[in-house]
């Protein structure tokens, strides 16, 4: 059995030899971290920094994950369109008077 095991038994209670091991008290609560004013140069500098960590798509990418979305928007129109006038023809012939 190597550490990384022992410890894990460890953190779950258990001595490696199997049997119960004893409890650890809890560190008593530490304070809260003390605030730094918010700097808004900081902040763009580190949006901007994280921006070119982007993995963009190139213009073929954004033309085809377009036409993907138009077309499957255009079908589930359709779709519900041709839903919504059977059960509106449907309504309307159990209602007939």
């Not at 798509?57 to 919504?84: G, K, Q, S």
């Amino acid at each position: 059995m190597n550490r990384e095991q022992k410890r894990m038994l460890q953190r779950q209670g258990q001595d490696p030899e199997g049997e119960a091991a004893p409890r650890r008290t809890a560190a008593p609560p530490r304070k809260p971290a003390k605030r730094e004013p918010f700097r808004i140069g900081q902040f763009l500098r580190e949006v901007r920094s994280e921006l070119r960590q982007v993995a963009w798509p190139n213009r073929a990418e954004v033309v085809n994950y377009t036409t993907v979305t138009l077309v499957t928007l255009l079908a589930l129109m359709f779709f519900i369109f041709i839903l919504n006038f059977l059960f509106a023809k449907g309504v309307l012939w159990l209602f007939k008077t």
